[in-house]
């Protein structure tokens, strides 16, 4: 008999670890995916969301300006403004009129000038080309703020020598 319920505490015991982990370690309804094969013609990974669609998703990567810069997912119907978009959008300091696309790798890559100021004031997407497996999307600052972080710099290199000068004024 004691055999017997350690045995039926063991199995309990495993229930529960076993809930737990499928509980922690499921994606949800939200975000579930099944990766599948390699799209060979988009160098992207074909994948069924859990409504049964079928999306190929390529990796690329925003850099600069925007608030959350990184390499991203997404799927291969997206171009340089909604790669930014994933992003979380750009910074105040993103120069929209100096994005840079940077195909098949950096530095090797030809870089191609996006005017993204030209779609936020037409809306015309035909401009921006859709991105591919691969490629670096960088949203430079802005000249102003360029301007504003060296004058800044100079600002506390004047205040530290002025200190020092001071303090050295006084020694003598």
Known sequence: MFMKTVKYCLHGALLVILSAGLAVGYPGPANAQQVGLVDRATGGTMITTISGEREVLIEVQVWGQVNRPGMYRVPVSTDAVGLISYAGGPTEYAALSRVKLVRNGYPRGAATKLNLDRYTGSGDRASIPLLESGD???????????????TAWVSQAAVIISAYLVIADRVK
Do not use: D, E, R, S
Not at 136 to 150: G, I, N, R, Y
């Open 136 to 150: 670096v999307v960088m949203v430079p600052t802005t000249l102003a703020h360029k301007a504003a972080v060296f």
